[in-house]
């Protein structure tokens, strides 16, 4: 039997490297940069004391939660809570007329989200 020819082994070579790249990069995520800006529209008439999620990180048992609150007044509150500890508040803001928001977050932990 004959030995295969050299381009043809630089091909399976090539296609072999290919696929450990594409494999190892298919769950690749870079970090979230530090400070993270984002904004956020509020829908109009939220049921006071309805919290929703702003950023979450870490695993059952072991979590961070920075979400918002919306009060009696139209306003809302920035709320973070650590698993297991209990909740800090910020005092309420008022919503604008626009029910636009725009957050600025900094914190070493999201340059560890994946």
Known sequence: MRAPAPWLRWLA??????????LSLRDYFPPLPS??????????GATPGRAEPLIVTGRPGA???????????????????SWGEPGQFSRPVP???????????????????R
């Open 13 to 22: 070579a090539i296609a072999v490297g290919l696929t450990v790249a594409v």
């Open 35 to 44: 400070p993270l800006a984002f904004d956020v529209e509020l829908a109009a």
């Open 63 to 81: 979590g961070d939660f920075l979400f918002l609150r919306h009060e009696a007044d139209g306003a809302i509150s920035i709320g973070y809570e």
């Open 95 to 113: 919503v604008p007329a626009d029910r636009r928001l725009r957050f600025t977050v900094a914190t070493p932990g999201l340059t560890q989200v």
